[in-house]
């Protein structure tokens, strides 16, 4: 499971170092990632291969003569990057994923279970203080998996 909130620094290549945590869990998958956009929020996700493997399948699978289906399918699959961790435990951001994320050089890598987010370090704080300042922000009725949830 990947956890947590790491601020770090992109080189002037597009790489970052993948925190140390990590590494291990990662390498199980012998370094193999897919890195794509959020269709949601300026920022990126990235997949464990065999994570990634199992939602590129949903994806697939959706109609696409649907247009909000095909979207989805455009955005995810059509952004969607191979990426390894290098023999330094770095991560190289492609170009025109680094863009679409407004990434600079201070990045925010967010555990998100079985994915991170990749946040540029302001984007990342200014959704964080939105999120903590607007508790409904229009998203809806909690579903009720959430509303029997206790923290």
Same mark, same amino acid.
Do not use: F, K
């Given at each position: 499971m990947f956890r947590?909130?790491?601020?770090l620094l992109m080189d002037s290549k597009g790489r970052v170092a993948v925190p140390t945590r990590y590494h291990e869990t990662l390498q199980n998958e012998a370094g193999q990632m897919?890195?794509?956009v959020d269709t949601q929020a300026?920022?990126?996700l990235l997949y464990p291969l065999s994570e990634w493997n199992i939602i590129e399948e949903k994806i697939a699978a959706l109609?696409? #003569?649907?247009?909000a289906a095909r979207r989805i399918q455009r955005l995810l699959v059509g952004h969607a990057t191979d990426v390894?961790?290098?023999g330094n435990g770095r991560v190289l951001i492609p170009p025109v994923l680094r863009e679409y994320a407004q990434l600079d050089k201070k990045v925010m890598w967010v555990g998100q279970g079985k994915k991170f987010e990749i946040w540029s370090e #302001?984007?990342?704080q200014e959704e964080r203080d939105a999120w903590f300042s607007d508790k409904d922000q229009g998203e809806g009725e909690l579903p009720a998996e959430l509303k029997q949830l206790s923290l």
């Open positions: 947590g909130i790491s601020a897919v890195m794509t300026l920022c990126l109609p696409t #003569l649907n247009p390894e961790l290098d #302001l984007g990342w």
